[in-house]
């Protein structure tokens, strides 16, 4: 069974602040998804890293992928206060149909 | 742009009574996806679609789940009879076949209250 484990689950910051939010997944996998969600919302589709050594950014956010240690990170630079929200790691399998496997999600506050 | 349509946005019922949702996804896509988040949680596959035939339906409670996707495009999923555990939230995802990415996209959710 495909076991997805973030850390940390909540995670308050200042703005300005810089932190890395972690993502280990259990068994091997050809891709991994970030996710944003607010409160009462859907998702939102961040970042698809397919690769080993896959880096996206957007804005001030950075995510990586290491497939050998089995491990995503989500950094977060020069944090404002509209980052507040709930972040969601999911990895996709083929043999599964590329159904997703979701963290529980890190929840992030941005406070002055 | 495109967007997966669900309804309704809010349903609140008794329980042992029945409730059905609606899915609409970004035309094009073959693969159609019922998740469920429970409040703090992340998203659990229920079922998943290829056109209109089942891929994945392992986790879906079939004793009182159902879900279906007659004409490959939209999809019903029905409750009956809705237990307390069944509040959450049901999340619709569809994504483009042969897309190499296989993003999939999330309508904004049917929100299920089981008094």
């Known amino acids: 069974e495909l076991k997805v484990e973030q850390n940390p689950l909540f995670l308050s910051m200042q703005e300005g602040k810089n932190y890395t939010i972690y993502c280990n997944y259990s068994t091997t996998s050809d891709r991994l998804y970030w996710y944003r969600q607010d409160p009462g919302k859907s998702l939102e589709s961040l970042f698809v890293?397919?690769?080993?050594?896959a880096v996206k950014q957007e804005g001030r956010l950075m995510a990586s992928l290491d497939t050998k240690a089995r491990l995503s990170t989500l950094h977060i630079t020069a944090a404002v206060h509209d980052l507040s929200a709930t972040y969601f790691c999911?990895?996709?399998?083929?043999?599964?149909?590329?159904?997703?496997?979701f963290g529980k999600g890190t929840s992030l506050l941005v406070t002055p | 742009e495109a967007e997966v349509a669900q309804s309704p946005r809010y349903k609140i019922t008794e329980k042992s009574q029945a409730v059905a949702f609606w899915c609409d996804p970004i035309s094009g896509h073959a693969t159609l996806y019922w998740y469920r988040q429970i409040l703090g949680q992340g998203p659990e596959l229920l079922v998943q679609f290829q056109d209109e035939s089942v891929v994945d339906d392992s986790q879906l409670p079939k004793d009182r789940f159902s879900a279906e996707r007659l004409k490959g495009v939209d999809s019903t999923l029905k409750i009956q009879p809705a237990e307390l555990g069944d509040s959450a939230m049901y999340l619709c995802?569809?994504?483009?076949?042969?897309?190499?990415?296989?993003?999939?996209?999330f309508g904004p959710g049917t929100r299920l209250t089981v008094l």
């Open positions: 995802a569809s994504s483009f076949w042969g897309d190499s990415t296989d993003t999939q996209y």
């Open positions: 890293l397919l690769s080993n050594g």
């Open positions: 999911a990895v996709g399998n083929s043999n599964s149909g590329y159904a997703l496997n």
